[in-house]
């Protein structure tokens, strides 16, 4: 099983205060995701990297995959307390019984930007 | 179009007792997945499908089944419930398996007592 730890597990800021939380993993995944999700609902997509070194920018959160693919990072600059939510990341990996593919996912940051 | 839709929202089951989530997505979807989701523990895959008539077992399928005759359906029945079960169900969509985004719908939160 690909296992990916996130960190930090919860975390409280200030509004427009920056953060950067971490998807770690020992394993080489194809793609990573990026999900967050609000009390309630499910989880919507925010990005997908694919690409080793790559960095992809969403208004005031940028993504980066690490170059040698088994982690990433997410950056939000200057939070709001829109960004309340949990951020989940998920790997691509192949199914090898089935020969699909499925998503492995983190267990997320849930972030609380203070007004 | 409703994207993907879960019913019911809520419900408490008695300890043995069945139950089937429904699930319908309208995008055409050729995949289609359901999830649980434990408080701290991220995202577990129950079941997936492919397409109609083709289901798989995904990380946690035990105490689970699932069928696929449409496209548009997937649902999850849950045989003797137990307490283990309790947990949000989510069930998600999409149209290619590898690296395509999934769309999820709004959860069901069943617990068992």
């Known amino acids: 099983t690909q296992l990916l730890e996130q960190s930090p597990q919860f975390l409280s800021i200030q509004e427009g205060e920056n953060l950067t939380v971490y998807c770690n993993s020992s394993s080489v995944f194809s793609s990573l995701q990026w999900y967050r999700q609000e009390p309630g609902e499910g989880p919507v997509l925010l990005v997908t990297?694919?690409?080793?070194?790559e960095v992809k920018k969403l208004k005031r959160l940028t993504f980066q995959f690490g170059d040698a693919r088994k982690d990433s990072s997410l950056h939000i600059t200057a939070a709001q307390p829109g960004d309340t939510g949990l951020y989940l990341c998920a790997g691509d990996s192949r199914n090898s019984g089935a020969g699909s593919y499925q998503l492995t996912f983190g267990k997320g940051t849930k972030l609380s930007v203070i007004p | 179009n409703a994207g993907v839709t879960q019913t019911p929202k809520f419900r408490i089951l008695k300890i043995g007792q069945s139950m089937t989530l429904q699930c319908t997505q309208d995008?055409?979807?050729?995949?289609m997945y359901w999830y649980r989701q434990d408080p701290g523990m991220g995202l577990k895959l129950i079941y997936y499908?492919?397409?109609?008539?083709i289901t798989d077992k995904g990380e946690v399928p035990n105490g689970y089944n699932v069928s696929r005759s449409t496209t548009e359906d997937f649902p999850l029945r849950l045989e003797l419930a137990a307490p283990s079960q309790t947990s949000v169900y989510f069930c998600?969509?999409?149209?290619w398996g590898k690296g395509d985004t999934q769309y999820f719908g709004p959860g069901t939160r069943l617990t068992v007592l």
């Open positions: 995008m055409n979807h050729n995949y």
């Open positions: 990297v694919v690409t080793g070194g």
């Open positions: 998600a969509s999409s149209y």
């Open positions: 499908s492919v397409g109609a008539g």
